[in-house]
């Protein structure tokens, strides 16, 4: 790579956030001292640099003064990275010639107990910052152009809703399903909390809307076959059944998976679980009821008591579904209470281990509560015991609301109320996709938080319960959620993405392959120029993760703002020596930047103290004047890495002796 | 392993435990509850037993006995499942469980039936005590229909049954707590330390005073003398004394007729108590005072009516024999006095006032066990 020109006049702005950074960290030294850095222009402590007036003087400075770099030491760049860049803009320097130090989060929080400590390490952390910007690029947002349609996968309430909102705001859909008929786990549905509607109602009601809209296509019976491209310009391979071999491509500025759940599905056996048995899941038993009218009977007999057995498959402390389903509770009581609405004198009980009908629902808890329904709570490691006798099962529990005592129950029924898991081809879907799967096999966000429905993939967004459990309601919101993202990114014409991204030196760059092989994103590609094949970074797709970089044998693989030289900068710059006029007493070692060169030191007295005999630590203590318990912590280190050995114990078989290794006794 | 029954709960319903199975088992009842201890199941584990239909498992506990129904728990119940009442409830379904008739069963669980067994046991009082006072001008005429004889064998046949009922009662009630006796539990306290606990208990009804203590509680800043566990003192103890001052009078044969008799002096005493006790009763449970006084049945009202009703009479006999006035109306006030106080002993065991037995017998069992 060609040598780069360092940054000559730099700007350096202490933070003290109010005191938050100032009461801990020396600001003012910091500033003296970095004041006398080469290529610093301006070295100035702030009150709160993110303010209105520090920001227009910031802008002045970089005017008037013509810094061509600028380096902010504050909090954390999650929180004012843009701000800053935002300020670089305005005053005409390229964003990327500004880099945020980290001394709040890093240094006076983190060390408030060590104030001393804080301010070296914060010295050493301006200083790489200060070597960065100076090897910093100006560089220039990736620009893509952005198609305006959307494809859709999955068309239950989720992926339909979504549908419907993304048409509405003009953009073209297309809605791909893989069963013959729209609704997903909504279809054929009886009556769902907590409209009481019936679910089959639902999907009618979203696909009367979908008619009405001609930008939305459905495909039914229909499987994504391909994905290539990147935000902006996906092109989406579909696969329709009805039509053998039939693939159709779809252009794509993004793509939403809704793509759900599927209720577990008990174990032959599990809680007596098994075909022909009046065992069933909660699946079955609301087709029963909605299917049943005047009285309820399951294989020719009235029920009339039924045991719902709760957490089926879910909040397995060993097994794989660790989390809870969290609509289950609410759902098998509203069923509860849909058949005491529907029939006469049924009496239900309820096996659960703990009851979480959260927000409004909780009413539905107590409603049935009310109506008679008896809860028995037993405990994971004891679940109750299902045996089915003649026309009736005989169900019983270590029941811990009545001291644990062992209860037997006969019912008509039992039902087994099951959770939601992944859906068995998610992994098909996040390979096409190169969507992240969680350890709960359920795709995941970027942040739960933060970033709910986007994936680490740019331009590839979740909605509903293919994300982690959901009920109606939530699936819903997620999704227009995701809706309303996704039409903030595609209604510009072009999309600007951040320019941070493998950069490849075409003459170095020999063509092994290898950086291909680890990239995540399929972004590295062969092209030809010059007649020489080389690797080539599709940058929209890039998502600037490094990974290639250092695999590269010829090292022809740069990541931009990650650059060797703004790495190697950092590194000196940390570890320069730092004189600071800090209080005594408090610091522990003096002169270098957070201690960092304390374990050296301590571990050459410790070596020079055993070169005469075997010690044991309170003697090596003793006589390096130091606590016993950081003697131990590094003697024991350099057990480990074989620096000393255990030479016995002592006299008093008390101590083991150390001596340093391959030392004669 | 113990059989859970689906439909007890609903039957538990008819003995006024109205919506308990709302309960979801918090434990506020048994945290707010100051006669909770480590060997009592406050009064949550109750609910439980109920919910569940293990009917013996009531039957064989002390606790619905040792609550004095201070309220506490159903003013503090967070779904509104009234505790408070539900443990009266079972009080009133063990009463009808231990008497061996089923006829307490029948009287609890519907109103009209409880009325017309009331009246017809008033009817047939009426009869028996005119066979008692033959110089009363209706007395003659009933003889002319029934022989006398035939009237005094059944009332003395009826009084043998309610006597053998209340026995029975009493069995049946030690044999059922002791059956499911936890093993663990010891006999620790002897008999007779049992025995004066219980006496110690029942003169100063320490326990009931602990009630209704709470920071918040209606009673905290009310003066002692309207505190409900003094107007239970006053009602039991005044009963207790009219029934000793009434057997000595019925013993001494109306000796003398003055007020100064030392009988008729623990009689106007007691009487006093009684009428004091029974008005504030049927005040607070008039006025809903607290929750514990705002759920009153059939069998609540009757005691107390009935209570107040023979002070009252009483009184007014007490008064016409010290002023020699003895006419119609006095004979009708003897007739009612009568009836009453004779119908409260013939239902004892068949009534709520089977409650100062089976309190009795739970306080001694608790007090043996206690350690």
């Known amino acids: 790579m060609e040598e780069k020109k360092k940054k000559q006049r730099i700007g350096v702005y202490i933070c003290h956030c109010g005191g938050n950074i100032s ?12 004041g006398q850095e080469e290529n610093v222009a301006v070295s100035k402590n702030v009150m709160f640099a993110c303010a209105d007036s520090n920001q227009k003087e910031m802008i002045k400075d970089i005017q008037e003064k013509q810094l061509d770099g600028i380096v902010v030491a504050s909090c954390s760049p999650k929180l004012h990275l843009h701000t800053f860049r935002g300020v670089a803009e305005r005053a005409g320097l390229n964003p990327y010639n500004y880099v945020q130090v980290n001394v709040r989060e890093q240094c006076s929080w983190a060390h408030s107990d060590h104030p001393d400590q804080a301010s070296y390490k914060a010295a050493g952390l301006i200083r790489a910052g200060i070597r960065r910007v100076s090897s910093s690029e100006a560089l220039t947002n990736i620009e893509v152009k952005a198609t305006k349609s959307v494809v859709v996968i999955g068309a239950g309430v989720a992926g339909m809703r979504a549908a419907i909102d993304l048409a509405r705001m003009g953009n073209q859909v297309v809605l791909v399903e893989k069963e013959p008929v729209a609704g997903g786990q909504m279809a054929g549905k009886g009556p769902v909390f907590p409209t009481n509607q019936k679910g089959q109602e639902l999907v009618d009601t979203l696909l009367g809307e979908i008619r009405k809209l001609s930008k939305i296509t459905l495909f039914t019976s229909a499987t994504v076959d391909k994905v290539t491209g990147s935000i902006g310009n996906f092109k989406v391979d579909v696969r329709v059944n009805g039509t053998p071999g ?27 679980f098994t075909e022909g048995s009046r065992v069933i899941t909660m699946k079955e038993f609301d087709k029963l009821v909605d299917s049943s009218n005047g009285s309820l009977s399951y294989q020719g007999k009235a029920v009339k008591t039924i045991a719902y057995i709760y957490c089926v498959g879910m909040r397995q402390t060993k097994g794989e579904n660790k989390y809870c389903s969290r609509s289950c509770c609410t759902a098998a009581i509203h069923s509860s209470i849909t058949v005491h609405e529907k029939f006469k004198g049924i009496k239900a009980f309820h096996l659960y281990r703990d009851i979480r009908t959260y927000g409004k629902n909780e009413i539905l808890y107590e409603k049935s509560s009310k109506l008679g329904d008896t809860y028995l709570m037993y405990q994971e490691k004891e679940p109750p015991q299902v045996v089915q006798g003649k026309n009736i099962v005989n169900v019983k529990i270590k029941d811990s609301l009545t001291r644990k005592r062992e209860l037997e129950l006969d019912a008509d029924l039992v039902v087994l109320v099951t959770g939601m898991v992944p859906r068995k081809d998610s992994q098909d879907i996040a390979n096409k996709l190169k969507i992240p799967i969680g350890s709960d096999k359920f795709f995941n966000e970027i942040h739960p938080k933060l970033r709910p429905v986007e994936t680490v993939i740019n331009g590839v967004f979740l909605g509903g319960s293919c994300q982690g459990p959901k009920n109606i309601t939530e699936s819903v919101q997620s999704a227009m959620a995701a ?5 903030a990114i595609i209604r510009k014409d072009t999309l600007e993405l951040e320019p941070i991204v493998a950069r490849i030196d075409a003459e170095a760059c020999t063509w ?4 291909q092989e680890v990239c995540e994103y399929d972004a590295i590609f062969q092209i030809e120029t010059n007649g020489k094949v080389v690797a080539s970074v599709n940058d929209p797709v890039c998502k600037g993760c490094g990974i290639c970089a250092p695999i590269c044998p010829a090292d022809a693989i740069d990541i931009a703002q990650y650059t060797n030289d703004e790495i190697e900068g950092m590194i000196d710059g940390f570890s320069q020596q730092v004189d600071l006029n800090v209080e005594k007493g408090k610091s522990g070692q003096e002169g270098d930047a957070g201690g960092m060169k304390d374990f050296p030191q301590i571990w050459k007295s410790i070596m020079e103290d055993l070169l005469e005999e075997p010690k044991t630590i309170p003697q090596i203590a003793a006589s390096l004047q130091q606590p016993s318990e950081l003697v131990t912590w590094h003697l024991m280190t350099m057990n480990k890495y074989y620096i000393v050995e255990s030479a016995g114990i002592d006299d008093n078989d008390e101590y083991f002796l150390y001596k340093l290794k391959n030392q004669a006794k | 392993m113990t059989k859970i029954d689906p439909h007890f709960a609903d039957e538990l319903k008819k003995y006024g435990a109205k919506d308990f199975d709302a309960c979801f088992n918090c434990g506020n009842c048994t945290a707010i509850c100051t006669l909770t201890e480590k060997s009592t199941n406050f009064p949550r584990m109750m609910l439980r037993l109920g919910m569940l239909g293990l009917k013996k498992d009531i039957l064989a506990s002390r606790e619905p006995w040792l609550c004095y129904a201070c309220g506490d728990c159903s003013e503090t119940c967070p779904r509104q499942a009234g505790p408070g009442q539900y443990m009266a409830a079972i009080r009133r379904y063990a009463i009808s469980a231990y008497e061996p008739t089923g006829l307490t069963k029948l009287m609890f669980k519907s109103n009209p039936i409880f009325v017309f067994v009331t009246l017809l046991i008033a009817v047939f009082l009426g009869f028996f005590l005119f066979t008692l006072k033959p110089e009363y001008e209706v007395s003659r005429w009933i003889f002319a229909y029934l022989p006398y004889a035939v009237i005094h064998n059944m009332g003395l046949v009826i009084f043998g049954f309610t006597g053998l009922s209340m026995i029975w009662g009493a069995l049946s009630m030690i044999l059922n707590l002791n059956r499911n006796k936890d093993k663990k539990e010891k006999s620790d306290v002897s008999f007779f330390k049992a025995l004066s606990l219980v006496i110690s208990e029942l003169t100063t009804l320490k326990r009931y005073q602990n009630c209704d203590t709470e920071e918040d509680s209606f009673w905290k800043e009310k003066p002692w003398y309207v505190k409900p ?33 030392p009988s008729r002096i623990l009689g106007s005493i007691a009487g006093l108590f009684m009428v004091y006790g029974t008005s504030l009763a049927i005040n607070y449970r008039w006025k809903k005072v607290t929750k514990a006084y705002s759920e009153t049945s059939a069998a609540d009202w009757t005691f107390l009516w009935f209570l107040w009703i023979a002070g009252i009479t009483g009184f007014w006999l007490e008064a016409s024999v010290a002023f020699g006035a003895d006419n119609i109306a006095t004979q009708f006030i003897f007739l009612v006095h009568t009836v009453i106080s004779m119908e409260l002993v013939l239902l004892f065991a068949f009534s709520k006032f089977a409650h100062a037995l089976y309190r009795t017998l739970a306080l001694f069992f608790h007090f043996r066990n206690q350690g």
């Open chain 1, 23 to 34: 009461d801990y960290v020396d600001v003012e030294q910091l500033r003296d001292i970095v």
């Open chain 1, 246 to 272: 039939e693939v159709m491509s779809f252009p794509a500025g993004a793509i939403l998976v809704t793509t759900g759940y599927e209720s577990y599905a008990p174990k032959e056996g599990e809680y007596g």
């Open chain 1, 483 to 487: 809706s309303a993202k996704i039409n």
């Open chain 1, 512 to 515: 092994c392959g290898k950086c």
């Open chain 2, 229 to 261: 566990w003094l107007v239970h003192w006053a009602i039991m103890w005044g009963f207790i004394g009219l029934l000793v001052a009434t057997s000595l009078d019925f013993i001494l044969k109306d000796p003398v007729t003055t007020i100064w008799w």
